[in-house]
């Protein structure tokens, strides 16, 4: 049987200790996927290896990802947007070729 050693797992489940993950707030029944409530608070929990913990509170989606992916935040200069596709609104345009 091709088992996987105990080392390698420890190590692949303690790479996962201080994982942040964000849970919706509120009460009730109905669909919890971030996306349908983003104005809804947020729990903050942090995986120790054996449970989530709480670590901190969002007041919505926007904050939460915020604390959840910290170096994705890249801010565009305004006015300054590329498009990569030619010149129209048709839907079958392709990007230019390459010269």
């Known amino acids: 049987m091709d088992d996987e050693p105990l080392s390698e797992w420890a190590e692949r489940r303690d790479a996962k200790i201080g994982q942040l993950r964000a849970v919706p707030i509120y009460s009730g029944e109905g669909p919890r996927g971030s996306h349908l ?3 809804a608070p947020r729990a903050i929990e942090r995986w120790n ?4 913990e709480a670590h901190g509170f969002a007041e919505n989606l926007a904050e939460a990802k915020r604390i959840l992916f910290p170096d994705s935040q890249v801010t565009a200069a305004p006015g ?3 498009n990569p ?3 129209g609104k048709g839907k079958h345009r ?3 070729a390459p010269r």
Do not use: M, S
């Open 37 to 39: 409530r983003p104005d």
């Open 94 to 96: 392709k990007p230019p």
């Open 85 to 87: 596709l030619g010149p």
């Open 49 to 52: 290896g054996h449970v989530w």
């Open 80 to 82: 300054l947007t590329v």
